[in-house]
């Protein structure tokens, strides 16, 4: 029997690294695109990358990008996947604002270039496909919680462009009689989810903190509340939603809301940090209860033009049709996460033992 194939765009990235992992380990092929960078950028899959020299790979990488239609065309139709996964993305929410072009260019023109790839391939009826939709198209809630049928109110430049790759995604499905789904995925982490964003930038400058190799923490809104799950348990309801007899659209949630306050007292009970906070709005501050330093303070610059300020997601439909239940806790992930930025933080602590530079980046 042949084996299944699978293209991931955005595989060097948080969930490519989690999805390559489960379909290789349900026998599949599996292709990524990757982009051309000056520094390596496969960190997160080197551990499933085998030498071509040296064996027959079941997992291969091409170099390609959203915004090269030439690139997607010609991958598509050497791979000839069964499964597309369409989860390259600019995906941060504040670089969006800075950077609003590109944002639209690869994360709504991209999802469109990419299925015009398989209909020029002609596979419009053999593959399926999987856009990587989220929770930011709710934005300015219209109603608590979310669902599949609430009302978009985007809030991003971000956010925007994944509201045009939701509809082309729903329109090719429509037009063409194409498998192809949103998964609308609320906020998801893990120990390799990006540096910037707020979950790892918290757990990474604690145990750097806890290690004396960082002082402070900058912050932007500690008010904003978020439903936070683990990328390992998303990316399975990503190829449950492609393995379905028709295709659907799919909150992913956990229906847990916190805020990232206590997203970071959790992380700092981890390490046997108590804090105490201290002021409001722009001025708050985090004390060690301890001895009296400050280590968090609000910082304005990363408060975001508009702000999402609350999302929550009911997940009951998939839960109902594919029989997903999230696994992973609040505060297993805090502590999963953790535990693994201490231990890097260890490895810095030993460079800086041994006389070479390290940096600490606040971004
Ligand atoms: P990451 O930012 O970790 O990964 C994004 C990936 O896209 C990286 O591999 C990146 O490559 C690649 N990429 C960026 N721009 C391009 C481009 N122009 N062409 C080709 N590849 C590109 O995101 P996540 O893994 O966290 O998220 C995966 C997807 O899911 C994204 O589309 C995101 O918007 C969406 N999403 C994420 C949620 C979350 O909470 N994580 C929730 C809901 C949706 P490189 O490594 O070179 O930068
Ligand atoms: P988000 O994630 O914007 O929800 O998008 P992020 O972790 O960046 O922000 C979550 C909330 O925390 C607030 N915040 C900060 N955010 C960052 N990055 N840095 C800070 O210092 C900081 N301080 C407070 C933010 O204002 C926000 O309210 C993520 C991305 O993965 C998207 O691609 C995805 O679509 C959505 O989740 C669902």
Redesign the pocket.
């Known amino acids: 029997m042949t084996k299944k194939r699978a293209l991931i ?9 989690y999805l390559a992992e489960l379909l290789l380990s349900k026998g599949y092929e599996v292709h990524g ?3 051309r ?1 000056s520094l390596f ?1 496969t960190d997160r899959i080197d551990h499933l990358y085998l030498d071509p020299h040296e064996s027959d790979p079941p997992f291969r990488l091409h170099y ?5 239609s030439s690139s997607l065309i010609r991958i598509v139709g050497e791979v000839r996947p069964h499964e597309i996964y ?7 929410v504040a670089v969006s604002f800075e950077e609003p072009e590109y944002t639209a ?3 709504a023109l ?1 999802t469109l270039r990419l299925l015009e790839a398989i209909r020029i391939v002609g596979l419009e009826k053999e593959t399926r496909f999987y856009q ?5 198209l709710y934005g300015l809630v219209q109603e608590v919680p979310q669902r599949e049928t609430t009302p978009f109110y985007p809030r991003s430049p ?1 956010a925007v462009a ?1 509201l045009y790759a939701y509809w082309i995604t729903v329109n090719y499905r429509e037009a063409y009689g194409m498998y192809a789904c949103n ?7 893990s120990p390799v ?2 540096e910037t ?1 707020v979950t790892r930038k918290i757990t990474r400058a604690l145990a750097r903190i806890h290690l004396n190799l960082q002082d402070h923490l900058y912050l932007g809104n500690l008010d904003a509340l978020r439903d936070w799950g683990h ?1 390992r348990d ?1 990316v399975e309801m990503q190829w449950m939603m492609l393995q379905q007899n028709e295709a659907e659209d799919y909150v992913i949630a956990t229906g847990v809301q916190h805020s990232v306050r206590d997203f970071v007292n959790l992380a700092a009970d981890e390490i046997g940090l108590a804090l105490e906070w201290r002021g409001s709005g722009a001025d708050e501050k985090g004390y060690d209860a301890a001895t009296g330093k400050c280590l968090v303070s609000v910082d304005p610059r990363y408060f975001r033009p508009t702000e999402v300020a609350t999302l929550l997601g009911d997940a009951s439909k998939a839960k109902q049709k594919l029989g997903w239940v999230p696994r992973t806790t609040f505060a297993e992930l805090v502590r999963e996460m953790m535990r693994e930025d201490l231990e890097s933080a260890k490895r810095d602590e030993l460079i800086k033992q041994h006389g070479f530079r390290y940096f600490t980046r606040h971004e």
């Open positions: 765009t955005g595989v060097t990235g948080q969930d490519g690294a695109i990757k982009r960078s950028n390609g990008d959203l915004t090269d369409n989860l390259a993305a600019q995906s941060h260019n690869s994360d991209g990587a939709s989220t929770s930011e971000y994944k998964g609308i995925l609320f906020n998801h982490e989810r990006g964003f990328a998303y």
